[in-house]
């Protein structure tokens, strides 16, 4: 699609029209959003150089090159510590040993374990004697042997036994002791912290012989089997991204490895470095990545019709993207636009404010060299 357009000139000579006054920093925010122009004399003109024409409606799609890191997702994140508290009396585990499910990962000493088992076999046998009780007092009862508060009461222990052994068995199986398998002669004053994943450890937070409250963290643990990639995209970019869409990511170490993944959330927050973050789900498992690791990504963005300009045509000017329209020969307004996906030398763009771009005469190139001339004028 051929425009029309002409080649004039402008620069660095004094100008005059409608520049903007210099402001205090407080007020700079309000100054770069306001609409400003500058208007160039035929000497300025015929120096400048300056290409106008229209912005054109292009396919743009193409790929996304972003920047991310691997991270464990919080449910892959795991905490070891002790229900009841104790002494630590061993353990092998360093920061980066990897582990795996039911692997004992420290044993700890207590006296209160030797009372926890001892009040449970207690409870076993008077739960036994209470069972036989209730039975003598049943067929006393058939036999108008006994009276129903004899019975009643009977009743009423062998239950409250019953909840006793309960309660004590549960605490024991926190602790990792199975009350199915506990006799008196096989009461312990250890137990066994067990890994419940597998994957590796993080950090190690105790040494042995240390006290440790139910509170404390001895270890921390990473599931590595459900390793995510986060992205950092910018908002720009963010049209051309989907759920399900497919991404190719490598490490920054070693460029020359890559693996598959896909986009399974976008962040519906935008961050102080005007980025989004794009959870992406690797397809394969990767014992060789870890948390932390930094990763560049191609993003396969979809293809969509858009207003695109060269990206000569885009300037920067205290962190905000602008073009110029011409609003005659020779004076020309500053646009605040939204810069979106730039494939082949051209920017999509659309105007934070006002009308559609498509329709306007746009300086195209050396635009540069306008912001300049209005900034030397602010001054």
């Known amino acids: 699609m051929q425009y029309p357009h002409f080649i004039i000139a402008a620069l660095f000579l004094s ?29 300025q003109l015929q120096n400048a150089q300056l290409v106008l024409g229209k912005a054109e409606t292009r396919n743009m799609g193409g790929t996304l090159k972003v920047n991310g890191f691997i991270e464990a997702p919080p449910q892959n994140l795991i905490s070891i510590s002790c229900p009841l508290g104790g002494y630590l ?33 207690t409870t076993q046998t008077r739960l036994a004697f209470l069972a036989a009780d209730l039975a003598r007092q049943e067929s006393l009862q058939r036999d108008q042997a006994t009276s129903d508060k004899a019975l009643q009461a009977a009743r009423a222990e062998y239950r409250t036994q019953q909840i006793a052994e309960k309660a004590l068995a549960e ?51 990473i599931n590595t089997d459900d390793l995510h990639l986060t992205l950092k995209v910018f908002e720009k970019d963010i049209p051309a991204l989907r759920v399900g869409q497919k991404i190719i990511a490598r490490p920054n170490m070693d460029i020359g490895k890559s693996y598959a993944a896909h986009i399974i959330l976008i962040s519906q927050n935008v961050g102080e470095d005007r980025t989004v973050e794009v959870h992406c789900h690797l397809d394969n498992t990767a014992d060789n990545l870890l948390p932390g690791m930094f990763m560049t990504a191609d993003i396969a963005a ?43 030398g051209f920017t999509a763009v659309r105007p934070k404010q006002g009308d559609d771009l498509l329709s306007k005469d746009l300086v195209l190139k050396n635009a540069y060299t306008l912001l300049m001339q209005l900034k030397n004028t602010g001054e």
């Open 171 to 221: 605490k024991l199986r926190l602790i990792g002791l199975n009350p199915d398998q506990l006799t008196p002669e096989t009461i312990s004053k250890s137990i066994a912290l067990r890994s419940p994943i597998h994957g590796f450890v993080s950090a190690v937070k105790a040494n042995i012989g240390k006290y440790v409250a139910p509170t404390d963290v001895l270890f921390e643990l």
């Open 89 to 121: 009396q061993q353990t092998k585990l360093l920061p980066g040993m990897r582990v795996r499910k039911g692997e004992v990962l420290a044993t700890l000493d207590d006296v209160q374990y030797i009372s926890l088992q001892q009040d449970y076999l």
């Open 302 to 344: 979809d293809n969509h019709r858009a207003a695109a300009v060269p990206n000569d045509a885009i300037v920067r000017y205290e962190n905000r993207h602008y073009l110029f329209v011409a609003q005659s020969a020779a004076v020309f307004e500053l646009q605040e636009i939204e810069p979106g996906q730039t494939e082949g």
């Open 15 to 43: 100008a005059c029209g409608n520049a903007p006054e210099p402001t205090s920093p407080e007020n700079a925010a309000a100054e770069t959003s306001a609409p400003a122009t500058v208007t160039l004399t035929p000497a």
